[in-house]
């Protein structure tokens, strides 16, 4: 794990400044995340695990809102890494006000193909959207509750609800981050409030690349055609309601957010 930091030179020594740690911050609803907060004012973590030029388009972009960005390698999966992305938080600036647990990861799996899911896939994917999740926030929850009102948003899925989505142990793996998510809440509460949001269809690389762009293309026309909305998923939609989760609704705490443009509910 390594970590670089901006041009800026430190200068809240006070460190009033709010702090915002957003994994896998690198792409699509983690950068929007991160550049959402830092034109807010908040110094910014990025994370990545493997993409450290984007890393560091993305830290860029925050930079030029003058604020403060500590870019940090670290696989959510290794404990390891997790603690030592806390320790480098602490060293810079003593506090974390708000955690996005939103790096995630699966394997494009036909609903069907059950044969075409092993156990291991089930760990590996689990080993990121659910283990992770929680050694980041056992990581940073100390720096979390040195502050009076902090906040936890675990970044889930409508697969976690609908039985749709990139394959069944990725659905599971939402399933079990949203049931994590009530009992965080209920054991870190009452100093840090812990939600999650559930999006739909969200215009990201994920998809892209999973399905290839033509089939991505059919599948944005079938969402737009079902949702109420008739309409997919923006990353600034979900960086729009990690900032409300996270910082603004001061008595929710243990809710998932389904934000799905009306898809499950549909269009009449
Ligand atoms: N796109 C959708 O339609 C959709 C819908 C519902 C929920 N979600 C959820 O939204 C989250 C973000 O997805 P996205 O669409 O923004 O995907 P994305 O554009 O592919 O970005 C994924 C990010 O996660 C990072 N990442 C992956 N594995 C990691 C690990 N082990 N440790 C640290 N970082 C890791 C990636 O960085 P590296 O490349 O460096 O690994 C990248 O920054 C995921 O949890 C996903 O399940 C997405």
């Not at 036909?110 to 092993?118: C, E, F, P, Q, Y």
Request: glycine share 10%; hydrophobic share 45%.
């Amino acid at each position: 794990m390594s970590a670089t930091f901006g041009f800026f030179e430190r200068k809240n020594t006070m460190n009033t400044t709010k702090v915002c740690v957003v994994t896998g911050s690198s792409s699509g609803i983690g950068a929007a995340t991160a550049l959402l907060f830092a034109g807010k004012g908040w110094n910014v973590v990025i994370n990545y695990s493997r993409s450290a030029e984007p890393a560091e388009a993305i830290a860029n972009q925050c930079r030029a809102h003058g604020v403060e960005v500590l870019v940090v390698k670290c696989n959510v999966a290794s404990d390891d890494d997790c603690r030592r992305l806390a320790a480098e938080v602490d060293a810079c600036w003593g506090r974390v006000d708000v955690l996005v647990n939103n790096a995630g990861t699966t394997r494009f799996v036909g609903l069907k193909d059950l044969d075409g899911l092993s156990a291991e896939d089930f760990h590996n994917i689990y080993d990121v959207n659910v283990i992770g999740a929680y050694q980041m926030t056992r990581a940073l929850a100390p720096l979390l509750k040195r502050n009076p009102v902090t906040g936890i948003v675990n970044i889930s899925s409508v697969a976690s609800m609908m039985g749709v989505g990139s394959s069944i142990a990725y659905m599971a793996s939402k399933g079990a981050l949203n049931a994590m998510t009530v009992g965080l809440a209920r054991a870190l509460g009452p100093e840090v409030r812990v939600n999650a949001i559930a999006p739909g269809l969200v215009d990201t690389p994920w998809l892209r690349q999973g399905h290839g762009e033509a089939r991505y293309a059919a599948m944005v026309e079938g969402y737009k055609d079902k949702a109420a909305l008739a309409e997919v998923i923006q990353p600034e939609d979900v960086a729009t309601a990690a900032w409300f989760l996270g910082v603004e609704a001061a008595k929710t705490t243990g809710e998932v957010l389904l934000l799905d443009a009306g898809f499950r509910i549909t269009r009449a």
